[in-house]
């Protein structure tokens, strides 16, 4: 059974950067596309990034653009998420997200998640 366990959230201030990871087990990783959700208190999840198994094709929200890079180590079953310049608006619960065993990142961002991690709070202090 596939679990996403996600680390490195945390509280920072406003401009600070932060990096949070999301480790797969029970299940293939390497033509998987990961990704990530957020959500804030009262919203749905919202998609973040994704990024396909060959690290080739990635997709970003709008609002992160320029900011945030996705990234992923195939060996080690892990996905990154690197935040810089966080605003406060970036305050949100980070979700990892998995699509199916062979997927693309296009489909992750269109919703279709196959597996969710527990989430990792992010909270940005002005």
């Known amino acids: 059974q596939v679990q996403l366990i996600e680390s490195g959230g945390g509280l920072v201030q406003t401009g600070d950067s932060l990096k949070v990871s999301c480790a797969l087990s029970?299940?293939?990783?390497?033509?998987?596309?990961m990704g990530w959700f957020r959500q804030t208190l009262g919203r749905g999840r919202v998609f973040v990034a994704a990024?396909?198994?060959?690290?080739?094709?990635?997709k970003y929200a709008d609002s992160v653009k320029g900011r945030f890079t996705i990234s992923r180590d195939n060996s080690e079953k892990t996905v990154f998420l690197q935040m810089n310049s966080l605003p406060p608006d970036d305050t949100a619960e980070y979700y990892c997200?998995?699509?199916?065993?062979?997927?693309?990142?296009?489909?992750?961002?269109?919703?279709?998640?196959?597996?969710w991690g527990q989430g990792t709070r992010v909270t940005v202090s002005s």
């Open positions: 990024i396909s198994g060959d690290s080739d094709n990635v």
């Open positions: 029970g299940g293939t990783f390497r033509r998987r596309a």
């Open positions: 997200a998995a699509g199916g065993e062979v997927s693309h990142p296009i489909t992750l961002k269109a919703g279709r998640v196959d597996h």
